[in-house]
């Protein structure tokens, strides 16, 4: 019987001995996430229900009964999704060596030449894609229990590092001209980058980024509809999503192709360009807004430190488009009007925020997305 193993360990050479010690054993594995606190973590393994469990101290048995995975699967991972609800999404070892060998001939990456950095958590795609793309096609890499700024940006010239995978609050922490290729997933990044920057979309359920600077990678396909939703469909996909019961939910539908959510269009270059979550979407006086584009020119604002915009139901114009700012430091903070004419300056005026929110911190998940459910906006005004 095939079992899934959760490993309850922080990045580092013993987290991936585990993990190449379950697959050589036919199973499958599940990254816990070390930030989560104890109750969080017991949560997610009575959802997964792992025959065993590996910690820094060892294996422990945790149920015996729990239902075998299939011949296939290579890892469970936690995702939270748009919703906040965890879903637990089953990728195959086929899924997973699709996706790495199709990163690596994107980048071009020889494992004679080329080393990776592992920094981001484990338990998202983000960091644990780049051990499993390490593993699959033999290239070197480093895995460390988390970013550290000097770590990092010093890792080119200590470790030899020539990839890495970040997220743009990483990013903006170190210089990324040393390494050979770095891939920024997470959240939409605004700000211009070098040309050794690649911005990546996908998701959980898509085995990672597949979209690599608005092009797919090798073997992947998207469509647009007429109506802008986005739909993916290749060998990345995962199998589905794990009930409690061990049965296995497709994520794609019967033709093959994954909903994903999100709204885009290709734009001239035949790139894809995504617009953000449907239901991200600000519908202010019958006009639509997309909060990524309203973030892009107010996050150039010199007194916006950081920004999320959102809609807020307002009796006039049935969405009221909400800016939330963190102001830089030792300067005044921005005015509602200075940052509505900020914005009139480059988009229609519909698209200017009609209510401003100033704080200390904007929340965000584990890959650096803005977490808009959690942003509070009061009822008055500031």
């Known amino acids: 019987m095939r079992e899934l193993v959760a490993l309850d360990l922080p ?57 075998p995975v299939a011949d296939d699967d290579a890892v469970v991972v936690a995702s939270s999704g748009s919703t906040g609800a965890p879903k637990l999404v089953v990728h195959t070892h086929t899924g997973v060596a699709a996706h790495a060998w199709a ?10 030449t080329d080393r990776w950095l592992a920094c981001l958590p484990l338990a998202h795609l983000g960091g644990l894609g780049v051990v499993l793309r390490s593993i ?53 990044d605004p700000t211009d980058r070098p040309a050794n920057v690649v911005r990546t979309y996908g998701l959980t359920e898509t085995g990672g980024g597949v979209v690599y600077d608005g092009v797919p990678l090798p073997g992947v396909a998207v469509r647009v509809a007429d109506d802008g939703t986005i739909s993916i469909a290749g060998p990345t996909l995962a199998r589905g999503l794990r009930a409690d019961d061990g049965t296995t939910v497709p994520v ?40 990524a ?12 430190a950081e920004v999320a915009v959102l809609g807020r139901p307002d009796p006039a114009w049935g969405s009221a488009v909400v800016a939330v700012v963190v102001p830089v430091p030792h300067v ?42 959690a942003l509070v906006v009061p009822d008055r005004d500031q």
């Open 11 to 67: 990045g580092g050479p013993a987290f991936v001995r585990a993990l190449q010690q379950a697959w050589d054993g036919g199973d499958a594995v599940f990254p816990l996430d070390q930030r989560l606190p104890q109750p969080a973590r017991r949560q997610l393994l009575d959802a997964a229900r792992p025959h065993a469990v590996v910690e820094a101290s060892g294996p422990t048995t945790w149920e015996r009964a729990a239902p």
């Open 103 to 112: 990163v690596h001939q994107h980048l071009g990456v020889d494992p004679a």
């Open 136 to 188: 699959v096609t033999d290239t070197p890499v480093d895995v460390v229990p988390g970013f550290d700024a000097a770590d990092v940006a010093t890792a080119p010239a200590e470790r030899g590092t020539t990839l890495v995978s970040l997220v743009p609050t990483a990013l903006d922490r170190i210089d990324p001209e040393p390494f050979r290729w770095v891939v920024l997933g997470g959240s939409a």
């Open 252 to 291: 794609a539908g019967a033709d093959g192709w994954l909903a994903t959510g999100d709204l885009g269009a290709w734009d001239d270059d035949g790139r894809l360009v995504v617009h953000g979550r449907a239901d991200d979407l600000i519908v202010t006086g019958g006009e639509n807004v997309w909060p």
């Open 293 to 304: 584009t309203v973030e892009a020119v107010l996050a150039t604002h010199p007194a916006v």
């Open 332 to 373: 005044d903070p921005p005015t509602l009007e200075h940052l509505r004419n900020h914005v009139r300056a480059r988009l229609p005026a519909y698209a200017a925020p009609r209510r401003l929110v100033l704080v200390e911190a904007l929340p965000r998940t584990a890959l650096g997305k803005v977490a808009r459910a």
